[in-house]
C-alpha cells in the first residue's frame, strides 16, 4: 500500500516512510491511496468476535501485506489488552467509554498501536534512533508519553501550553522521566502544534535528529481508531438492537477521531451519519453551515481538549468526502458553550445517573439534538471524568473518585522543562538533544 499527500497526490511513501516522516514533505498529511471494504460477511459476523479479533481483521486488510501477520497480531493483541465497554444510558443512546487504557483517555488505542509499530520497524534497523514530537492540549501527550514510554530508540518531547492542560494530564507525562520530556510552551495549544510543524518540516534539523509526530498527523493514529468503530456496532448487534439507523457523535477538536470514523465507514461501516461537536473553538462547525474554511486563534475553554483553533485533519476529511455539499450529507455539526457543558453533565448525571467528562458532554449533547425517532445514538465517550474533576464537580456538587490508575500518576515528580514560545528556542533545545 502507498500513501498520498493529501497536497499532491502524486506524492507518495511507503506505510515505513509515512510513519517515520509523520507529515509529507510538502506539508500534506498522508492518506492511503485506496481504502479497502471490508466483505460482507465480516461485517455481518462480528457480533461473533472479540475486539482483538476486529483489529487485527481490519488491520491486516488495511495495510495490505505491509507488516507480517503474525508480527501485526501480536501488535493489535498488545494495543487492545483493556476492555472498551459500550453502556447503554438511555432508551436508543449507548455511550462506548474508550477511557479504559493506561491513561483513561481514548487516544491510548491509536498511540500504543503506533508504539508499537514503530517499535517493529526500529527492530528491524538497529541503531534507528528517533524524536516523536508531541504537541498537545493534555490527552494526546499523556497516551503518546506512556504508549512510548522506556521504548527504545525513541525519544518523546511532548509540548504544551502553560495552565493549558489539567494537573492530572500534566503529571501523566510530565512525571515519566526517562525517554519523554514535558516542554511547558509560554503560549497556547495552537502554538504548541504549530511549532510542532515546524519542527517535523525542517530539512536541515532532521538532518541531526530525526522528528516524527504520534498525534493525528501521523497516519499511524487512523487506523487503530477504526477498531472501536466497527467494534462499537458488532456490540449493538450482540445486544440485540436495531442497527438499520445507527448514528455517531464524536467531540471534535483537531478532527482525527472524525477522520477515523469516516475512514470506517468506507470500509464498510454501517452508520448512516456522523455528528460532530464542538466547544467556542468552533472552525468545522463554521464551514459545514457556511461552507467556508477559516482558522483562527482558539480559545480556552472547560472542556481543553477541544481547543484548536485549526484542525489538523480538516485535509482529510475533504480527502474522504469532497467539498462541503459532501460533508453535509455525512455530518450533522453542532457547537456548544461552556455553560451548556456544565448544563449537561448536571442534567445527564441527575437524569441518567452518568458521569461525563467535558468532551463528551459536548457529544453528548450533540447526539441528543441530532437523534431522530427510531434512530440508535453512540456517544463516543473519550475521557474519565476525574481528568478534568473541577469543572465536573462544579457541575454535580459533589466531589469525584480519583481512580487509583491516576492516582499514581500523581504521586509521581514533575520534571518540566520551560520553553519561551518561538520556534528558534525550540529548535535550539532540540539541536542540544542530537
Known amino acids: 500500500m502507498r500513501y498520498y499527500s493529501t497536497n499532491n497526490r502524486k506524492a507518495t511513501a ?30 455481518n459476523n462480528m457480533r461473533n468476535m472479540t475486539l482483538p479479533d476486529i483489529g487485527f481483521a481490519l488491520a491486516n486488510f488495511a495495510l495490505q501485506g505491509d507488516v507480517d ?12 489488552n483493556f476492555p472498551i465497554p459500550l453502556r447503554r444510558v438511555a432508551p436508543g443512546r449507548f455511550a462506548l467509554e474508550l477511557f479504559h487504557g493506561p491513561t483513561m483517555a481514548f487516544k491510548d488505542v491509536g498511540a500504543r498501536f503506533m508504539a508499537r509499530l514503530m517499535a517493529h520497524y526500529i527492530g528491524l534497523r538497529p541503531g534507528r534512533r528517533v524524536g516523536v514530537i508531541v504537541p498537545t492540549s493534555g490527552d494526546t501527550g499523556s497516551a503518546v508519553a506512556n504508549g ?19 494537573y492530572v494530564q500534566e503529571a501523566q507525562f510530565a512525571a515519566l522521566g526517562g525517554n519523554v520530556t514535558a516542554l511547558e510552551v509560554d503560549g497556547t495549544f495552537d502554538d504548541c502544534k504549530q511549532l510542532a510543524e515546524q519542527a517535523l518540516m525542517d530539512a536541515d534539523l532532521n538532518r541531526h535528529i530525526t522528528l516524527t509526530s504520534a498525534t493525528t498527523i501521523n497516519v499511524a ?16 448487534l450482540n445486544q440485540g438492537v436495531d442497527t438499520s439507523r445507527v448514528v455517531m457523535a464524536v467531540p471534535c477538536a483537531n ?47 472547560i472542556a481543553p481538549a477541544l481547543d484548536a483553533g485549526n484542525p489538523t485533519n480538516f485535509a482529510r476529511i475533504t480527502a474522504l468526502l469532497g467539498d462541503v ?14 455553560a451548556d457543558i456544565l448544563d449537561t453533565i448536571s442534567r445527564v448525571d441527575r437524569e441518567h445517573n452518568y458521569l461525563l467528562d467535558p468532551q463528551s458532554a459536548i457529544g453528548w449533547r450533540g447526539m441528543e439534538a441530532d ?26 456538587g459533589r466531589q469525584v473518585p480519583m481512580p487509583l490508575q491516576l492516582v499514581r500518576f500523581l504521586r509521581g515528580t514533575r520534571h518540566v522543562t520551560p520553553l519561551r514560545n518561538g520556534y528558534t528556542a525550540l529548535r535550539n533545545y532540540l539541536l542540544r538533544q542530537s
Open 69 to 80: 501477520p503474525d508480527v501485526l497480531h501480536h501488535i493489535v493483541d498488545d494495543t487492545l
Open 371 to 396: 437523534l431522530q425517532p427510531g434512530e440508535t445514538g453512540i456517544l463516543l465517550a473519550t475521557a474519565h471524568p476525574a481528568k478534568f474533576s473541577a469543572p465536573v464537580e462544579m457541575a454535580i
Open 221 to 236: 493514529r487512523l487506523l487503530p481508531q477504526t477498531f472501536y468503530y466497527f467494534y462499537a456496532y458488532a456490540q449493538l
Open 325 to 338: 455539499e459532501q460533508v453535509r450529507k455525512v455530518v450533522h455539526a453542532y457547537s456548544y458553550t461552556d
Open 148 to 166: 512510548f514510554a522506556h521504548m527504545p530508540g525513541v525519544h518523546v518531547y511532548v509540548l504544551y501550553p502553560r495552565d493549558g492542560v489539567s
Open 14 to 43: 511507503s506505510l515505513e516512510e509515512a510513519i517515520f516522516r509523520g507529515m509529507a514533505p510538502d506539508g500534506g498529511l498522508y492518506m492511503p491511496e485506496r481504502i479497502v471494504r471490508m466483505p460482507q460477511p465480516f461485517v
Open 255 to 301: 478532527l482525527g477521531n472524525l477522520a477515523s470514523g469516516l475512514m470506517a465507514r468506507a470500509m464498510g461501516l454501517p452508520v448512516s451519519r456522523f455528528v460532530s461537536v464542538e466547544n467556542q473553538n468552533n472552525i468545522f462547525y463554521n464551514y459545514v453551515h457556511s461552507g467556508q474554511y477559516v482558522p483562527r486563534p482558539s480559545v480556552s475553554s
